[in-house]
């Protein structure tokens, strides 16, 4: 799970998302992850399997990844993160953005 901060808006609609952010790019371990800190922050795993938080220190997120998330409308919204010296603070929805753009274009231009 990935936590961007602040909370992006869709680029689709501007709604905020409903559930948390998804991706398989990083390291396994269902860990959560939140945007500014260079380790997982938790586990989303019951408390007996967990690993020892001391042991967190040992995964990093690879210096670009992709994610997913659908706002509280329904848009299945996709985005490119990216780390710096191993802290997640990027994300870049601008991919997103430039289709959203391009749909509102063709759907103005259909209207005329």
Known sequence: MYQPLPPPSCPWCG???RAAW???DGPNGLFVWRQGQRHPVDQQVDDEVKIDRERYVE???PAEFW???ECEQGHAVGATCRCVAGVWCELDLSAERARAAEKAE???RRRL
């Open 15 to 17: 709604a905020g998302f």
């Open 22 to 24: 998804q991706g398989k």
């Open 59 to 61: 995964f990093v997120l």
């Open 67 to 69: 994610i997913s998330g």
């Open 106 to 108: 063709r759907d103005r």
